[in-house]
């Protein structure tokens, strides 16, 4: 059901005056719209994820940037990344990555569901010329295909941060989003 709310969510305002400016608009946005479709659901942003695991745990991240849960219990994790035209792409990539392994370290340790969404202006997350191998190769073309990252795949100012092992493949196609601007963005949604 989540999944299809996200959808519904870009196709609803695909060219129908979304402004996107920065991630924090588009969570909001995103979270207002999740509390209108789900009002029986709680829907928290930036939540701690030392609230929700006692003990703590060690995860790649420390916040969940929407964290859903339903009268049931359910536990559900939406993860978002709005690199802009000024951002750097092998770095906004390599997060994008941070985010993937956070969502599998969540699904794995009982949330039931969890999504990466990705949406972006800067063409060289789908269209790099460097394209043939290395990071931008996960994201470059008319998909994602998101799988292990190692370090030989990293530009050097990367490297520290070592590389990142997936426990799965993923893959989703890219789709096109017009803002309000008529500024022409493309997303991926990948689902756990």
């Known amino acids: 059901m989540i999944k299809r709310l ?21 969570q909001h946005e995103m979270a207002i719209y999740l509390r209108n479709e789900l009002p029986e659901y709680q829907i928290r942003l930036e ?21 859903i849960t339903n009268p049931s219990g359910d536990k559900i994790l ?14 906004a990539m390599y997060q994008a990555l941070e985010d993937v392994k956070f969502a599998e370290e969540l699904r794995a340790n009982g949330f039931s569901a969890c999504y990466c969404v990705l949406i972006t202006e800067r063409v060289s997350f ?13 994201f470059n073309g008319d998909a994602v295909n998101i799988h292990s990252l190692h370090v030989a795949e990293l530009p050097n100012f990367l490297i520290a941060k ?23 963005w493309k997303y991926y949604l990948l689902e756990f």
């Open 6 to 26: 996200l959808e519904e969510f870009f196709e609803n305002r695909n060219s129908n005056g979304l402004e996107i400016y920065n991630e924090a608009g588009i």
């Open 47 to 67: 939540y701690p994820v030392t609230r929700v695991f006692r003990p703590v745990r060690s995860f790649q991240k420390k916040e969940m940037d929407i964290y």
């Open 78 to 91: 939406i993860e978002l990344k709005v690199p802009r035209e000024n951002c750097g792409t092998p770095k």
């Open 126 to 138: 789908w269209m790099a010329p460097q394209a043939d191998s290395g990071i931008y190769f996960k």
């Open 162 to 184: 070592g590389g990142i092992q997936f426990n799965n493949s993923y893959h989703a196609p890219w789709q096109q989003f017009n803002d309000a601007n008529n500024t022409r």
